[in-house]
Nanobody, 123 residues
Framework: VQLQASGGGLVQPGGSLRVSCAAS????????MGWFRQAPGKEREFVAY????????SYAGSVKGRFTISRDNDKNTVYLQMNDLKLEDTAVYYC?????????????????WGQGTLVTVSS
């Protein structure tokens, strides 16, 4: 399984950004996908997940109402739309997937990881 994240960059507080993750090497539409992030000096943390059915989603409390996860199974891609970005959203954002049919918010629950894309929120 290969995951390639992209779309990171520099954005001002209050701005928006969309990061993408292209997947290959498996039947994309049958697997759950997650986004995580790791800020400097901090542990990697859950941001959002989306089920294979595209209808089941969950968000960390810190991003709920500002971030939206979605997927395009025809393009084997999962997205994270980030609005009203805050300084504390600065981090490397990672996409991930897992072999289990169950959804998870745990870092250790995911088996495959992309290389990460850096999002910097700064004025």
């Amino acid at each position: 399984v290969q995951l390639q994240a992209s779309g990171g960059g520099l954005v001002q507080p209050g701005g928006s950004l969309r990061v993408s993750c292209a997947a290959s090497g498996r039947t994309f539409e049958t697997y759950h996908m997650g986004w995580f992030r790791q800020a400097p000096g901090k542990e990697r943390e859950f941001v959002a997940y989306i089920g294979s059915n595209t209808r089941t989603t969950s968000y960390a409390g810190s991003v709920k109402g500002r971030f939206t996860i979605s997927r395009d199974n025809d393009k084997n891609t999962v997205y994270l739309q980030m609005n009203d970005l805050k300084l504390e959203d600065t981090a490397v954002y990672y996409c991930a997937t897992r072999d289990s049919p169950f959804l998870s918010v745990e870092v250790r629950g995911y088996d495959y990881w992309g290389q990460g894309t850096l999002v910097t929120v700064s004025s």
